[in-house]
């Protein structure tokens, strides 16, 4: 099993940033691909951003690309998402995922490992 510790959630202002963590542990492996996750209340859990288990290959939705980046620290076992130009939809709970699989999936179903996912609040 993996375990996965989101934190960096928070309450900011449109126009601020926030920079979230996600700490895997347990049976990790360098190699895991990571995905960042966000559900608002009574939506569904969308996809934000994927990175590759080597941080080469990213990929974003299109509602965040140009302002949220993902990076990761191989070393720590961790993967940042740093989210600039804030803006009150972006207000949600956002987990870090992890799937057992490769590539750079897209979709909720692919993942196996969750974390519990930090809250993110955009105010006007």
């Known amino acids: 099993q993996v375990q996965l510790v989101e934190s960096g959630g928070g309450l900011v202002q449109a126009g601020g940033s926030l920079r979230l963590s996600c700490v895997a542990s347990?049976?990790?492996?360098?190699?895991?691909?990571m995905g960042w996750f966000r559900q608002a209340p009574g939506k569904e859990r969308e996809f934000v951003a994927v990175?590759?288990?080597?941080?080469?290959?990213?990929d974003y939705a299109d509602s965040v690309k140009g302002r949220f980046t993902i990076s990761r620290d191989i070393v720590k076992n961790t993967v940042y998402l740093q989210m600039n130009s804030l803006k009150p939809e972006d207000t949600a709970i956002y987990s870090c995922?992890?799937?057992?699989?490769?590539?750079?999936?897209?979709?909720?179903?692919?993942?196996?490992?969750w974390g519990q996912g930090t809250q993110v609040t955009v105010s006007s």
């Open positions: 995922a992890a799937p057992r699989g490769g590539g750079m999936p897209r979709r909720v179903y692919e993942y196996d490992f």
């Open positions: 347990g049976r990790t492996r360098t190699y895991y691909t």
């Open positions: 990175i590759n288990w080597s941080g080469e290959m990213q």
